[in-house]
T-cell receptor
């Protein structure tokens, strides 16, 4: 059972534009929501993460928006750059089982120069 | 630190052969995870260890898959016998501490192709 659904599957954005990737989860026990960035031939790397006690977290050009009631969270990349072209995965985990990350399907982002 | 090290980076084998993937976690990390990545199923957790002890192997697809961690600096994932549907990228990740919010660091992966 897929517990974290991610969309879109692919996204093309012009340089300087805003990239938005959305995720929805089912399990209300989830309490940690990280986003991972993966470049071709590399393993995923943590980009930014949020806990459900806040509605937004910003780190540089990357922002997570979190809507607990809707069970949705999204990644916004401001001023998108060609170097941001990668696959992005949302994930979720819960409490004492924080070791088990459930990943979304991934979004392949292409930023055109 | 060199990060999580995996070997080999690429493996091509024939159906029925035994495959062994290797992982060296980051020194001092006490959690180790094995993931599989495919187009159809995305990133799936196969098994994870804490202090060399397997904690959750519910993601291991079937008995053909086995994983061991004989010491804090080495783990293997073995597939015997291998099948074409095992073709995927296998990632190892490690983490320090039990905290929910502690970051998992991924290795570069092993791309397995079973012919």
């Amino acid at each position: 059972q897929q517990q974290v659904k991610q969309s879109p599957q692919s996204l093309i954005v012009q340089k300087g534009g805003i990239s938005i990737i959305n995720c929805a989860y089912e399990n209300t026990a989830f309490d940690y929501f990280p986003w991972y960035q993966q470049f071709p031939g590399k393993g995923p790397a943590l980009l930014i993460a949020i806990r459900p006690d806040v509605s937004e977290k910003k780190e540089g050009r990357f922002t997570i928006s979190f809507n607990k009631s809707a069970k949705q969270f999204s990644l916004h990349i401001m001023d998108s750059q060609p170097g941001d072209s990668a696959t992005y995965f949302c994930a979720a985990s819960k409490g004492t089982s924080g070791s088990r990350l459930t990943f979304g399907e991934g979004t392949q982002l292409t930023v055109n120069p | 630190d060199a990060g999580v090290i995996q070997s080999p980076r690429h493996e091509v084998t024939e159906m029925g052969q035994e495959v062994t993937l290797r992982c060296k976690p980051i020194s001092g990390h006490d959690y180790l995870f094995w993931y599989r990545q495919t187009m159809m199923r995305g990133l799936e957790l196969l098994i994870y260890f804490n202090n060399n002890v397997p904690i959750d192997d519910s993601g291991m697809p079937e008995d053909r898959f086995s994983a061991k961690m004989p010491n804090a600096s080495f783990s293997t994932l073995k597939i015997q016998p291998s099948e074409p549907r095992d073709s995927a990228v296998y990632f190892c990740a490690s983490r320090f501490g039990a905290g929910t919010y502690n970051e998992q660091f991924f290795g570069p992966g092993t791309r397995l192709t079973v012919l």
